[in-house]
């Protein structure tokens, strides 16, 4: 079946620091993936997509590029800024369903 | 365009009692929608999704039932809650159909403490 994995974490960073969060997924035919944020006591946002490969989803600064040949869709931001401390979730679609892995707290100290 | 409403936001219940929250999506029509547990300090877990009206796929085996009487209302339930069914409830929709991106929408969530 599909799955996803992420780096678990807590991450902890500076302000102004360099951000990845590494996810790999496992799935048949070509999903589409996301990253999804929570901030706290909040539902989950949409944060970014691409839906097939070598397309590069972007928003708020945020980067991640659909790899097909590794499976992966890490997350990058080169600077993070305090607000940006969240619960991270990569989530890949099939069918009706997301499949989301298991999410990474991200702390950002200023 | 599209709001979904969740209530209540929180919700303190005994050991026992019974259980309904409510979800509305505003701004479609026949959307997916979903219900999903969020324990403390983990990942989401998928209980239930509806594909239309009347039509509820169930995940997880438990003591929890879902109804869509209304093609943008969902409601989750319990005749008996326990201790193990706290945490964080969310509703999310998408658009209807498989194909397309299948993105999800969140809605703000219901806190459920049992007691």
């Known amino acids: 079946g599909n799955s996803v994995t992420q780096m678990e974490g807590p991450v902890t960073l500076s302000e102004e620091a360099f951000l990845t969060i590494n996810c790999t997924y496992t799935?048949?035919?070509?999903?589409?993936l996301f990253w999804y944020v929570q901030y706290p006591g909040e539902g989950l946002q949409l944060l970014l997509k691409a839906t097939k490969a070598d397309d590069k989803g972007s928003n708020k600064g945020f980067e991640a590029t659909y790899r097909k040949e590794t499976t992966s869709f890490h997350l990058e931001k080169g600077s993070v800024q305090v607000s940006d401390s969240a619960v991270y979730f990569c989530a890949l679609s099939s069918n009706y369903k997301l499949t989301f892995g298991k999410g990474t707290l991200l702390t950002v100290n200023p | 365009s599209q709001t979904i409403h969740q209530w209540p936001a929180t919700l303190v219940q005994p050991v026992g009692s019974p259980l309904s929250l409510e979800c509305t999506v505003e701004g479609t029509s026949n959307p997916n929608l979903y219900w999903y547990r969020q324990a403390a300090g983990r990942g989401l877990q998928l209980l239930f999704y509806s594909v239309g009206i009347g039509q509820i796929s169930s995940e997880v085996p438990q003591n929890l039932s879902a109804s869509r009487p209304q093609d943008r209302q969902f409601i989750l339930s319990s005749k008996k809650l326990l201790l193990s069914d706290s945490g964080f409830y969310l509703c999310?929709?998408?658009?209807?159909?498989?194909?397309?991106?299948?993105?999800?929408?969140f809605g703000p969530g219901t806190r459920l403490t049992v007691l």
């Open positions: 999310a929709w998408s658009t209807s159909g498989t194909s397309g991106t299948n993105e999800q929408f």
């Open positions: 799935a048949t035919g070509y999903p589409s």
